[in-house]
């Protein structure tokens, strides 16, 4: 790894927690020549979340790593998705917002978010998360997050695409507050 070196690929794991989660993806990252820049692992409930900042040096490479990570299945979710440039190299200024998510858990959730606010160019930038169960058995969720939107993005048509996203998941009765 050079000094300028940077991610390529952000890996999120999510799975039932079980010995050897981790180790099976650092090891397929290891096998196709990537070094992990940054990672947390936590369990949440029963689940193992598992977060890593990729590097390989070879986008061609890191393609094939990402196109590999995401067809692991073994009960687990893995995701895999392209770091954007830095805000310096792309010349792009934020404004710091915050999101106050709750609702019914399923699986896949954050991810849809995550893939409604990229489509708008905003970043997740810190999130913290909770999660309740109710007398039914239900697990419900709070996500705090920290969102980092473009300037040139207007917040109403942030909050339009949250909007939409929420009514795709009606019966999961989710709520978001954009400060």
Request: with cysteine; charged share 25%; glycine share 6%.
């Amino acid at each position: 790894m050079t000094p300028d070196s940077r991610p390529e690929i952000m890996v999120t794991a999510i799975g039932p927690h079980r010995e050897g989660l981790v180790g099976q993806i650092t090891s397929k990252i290891a096998s196709w020549g990537g070094h992990i820049v940054q990672s947390r692992s936590m369990e949440l409930g029963l689940q193992k979340v598992f977060v890593a900042l990729v590097w390989t040096g070879d986008r061609q490479k890191a393609n094939m790593l990402r196109l590999n990570l995401n067809d692991m299945a073994d009960n687990m979710t893995v995701t895999c998705m392209w770091v954007p440039d830095t805000e310096k190299e792309m010349g792009v200024e934020y404004v710091t917002h915050k999101l106050l998510v709750r609702g019914q858990q399923r699986l896949g959730l954050l991810h849809q978010f995550h893939e409604a606010l990229l489509e708008k160019g905003v970043q997740i930038a810190h999130m913290d998360f909770d999660t309740n169960t109710s007398k039914e058995n239900k697990t419900y969720f709070t996500w705090d997050m920290t969102l980092e939107v473009p300037k040139d993005v207007e917040i109403e048509d942030v909050r339009r695409t949250l909007h939409e996203t929420t009514l795709e998941l009606e019966k999961y009765q989710i709520e978001c507050d954009l400060q």
